[in-house]
Nanobody
Framework: QVQLVESGGGLVQAGGSLRLSCAASGSITRINAMGWYRQAPGKQREFVARIMRAGNINYADSVKGRFTISRDNTMNTGYLQMNILKPEDTAVYYC???????????WGQGTQVTVAS
């Protein structure tokens, strides 16, 4: 099993920045990729970004050029640097990990990000 714990959420003014962290523990060798999803009130959870163990990266179009995903070499910790934040980025952000079959098998509890206009 893999446990994921997010940190770094909070309240920020539009145009500001936040950095989210995701600490992984347990069977970390099972992780093929780490990523971030978000869920705004009344909306479905949506993909934000993913970084594979090999280093390949994907972003949602809505965050390209503003958000940067990274991780340490051991996949113990993942990060999401969020710049030029907009009110529409307000959501609960979830760290997630893809296991051996490339399914999003592991999820954190989420951290709230609120962007004030």
């Amino acid at each position: 099993q893999v446990q994921l714990v997010e940190s770094g959420g909070g309240l920020v003014q539009a145009g500001g920045s936040l950095r989210l962290s995701c600490a992984a523990s347990g069977s970390i060798t099972r992780i093929n990729a780490m990523g971030w999803y978000r869920q705004a009130p009344g909306k479905q959870r949506e993909f934000v970004a993913r970084i594979m163990r090999a280093g390949n990266i994907n972003y949602a179009d809505s965050v390209k050029g503003r958000f940067t995903i990274s991780r340490d070499n051991t996949m113990n910790t993942g990060y999401l640097q969020m710049n030029i934040l907009k009110p529409e980025d307000t959501a609960v952000y979830y760290c997630a990990a893809q296991g051996p079959r490339w399914a999003w098998d592991y999820w954190g509890q989420g951290t709230q990000v609120t962007v004030a206009s």
